[in-house]
Nanobody, 123 residues
Framework: QVELVESGGGLVQAGGSLRLSCAAS????????MGWFRQAPGKEREFVGA????????YYADSVKGRFTVSRDNAKNTVYLLMNSLKSEDTAVYYC????????????????WGQGTQVTVSS
């Protein structure tokens, strides 16, 4: 079992940047694939990005490619989401998720979820 806690959300202007962090408590964090998802009010939770256990393989949703970067520091049991060139449509609650096998873009494939952190982009 692993607990995930997101942080770093806030209010930013369009075009700005924000870095989200997800701290994990678990002895086997370095073996987990990690994903980021987001959900706006009235909408389904959607895939944002994912990273494999070593950080070598990464996937991104088309809507964030070239703007967002997923990274991880296994020594710190932490995964990051760096968001650049933010747009108003990026406004959502962002969730960190973990699974004990390979990377996935499907919500149902993830075993553990954080409580989310709010990102609001003005304009």
């Amino acid at each position: 079992q692993v607990e995930l806690v997101e942080s770093g959300g806030g209010l930013v202007q369009a075009g700005g940047s924000l870095r989200l962090s997800c701290a994990a408590s678990g002895r086997t964090f370095s073996t987990y694939a990690m994903g980021w998802f987001r959900q706006a009010p009235g909408k389904e939770r959607e895939f944002v990005g994912a990273i494999n256990f070593s950080g070598v393989i990464k996937y991104y949703a088309d809507s964030v490619k070239g703007r967002f970067t997923v990274s991880r520091d296994n020594a710190k049991n932490t995964v990051y989401l760096l968001m650049n060139s933010l747009k108003s449509e990026d406004t959502a609650v962002y969730y960190c998720a973990a699974r004990s096998s390979g990377t996935s873009q499907q919500k149902s494939d993830y075993d553990y979820w954080g409580q989310g952190t709010q990102v609001t982009v003005s304009s």
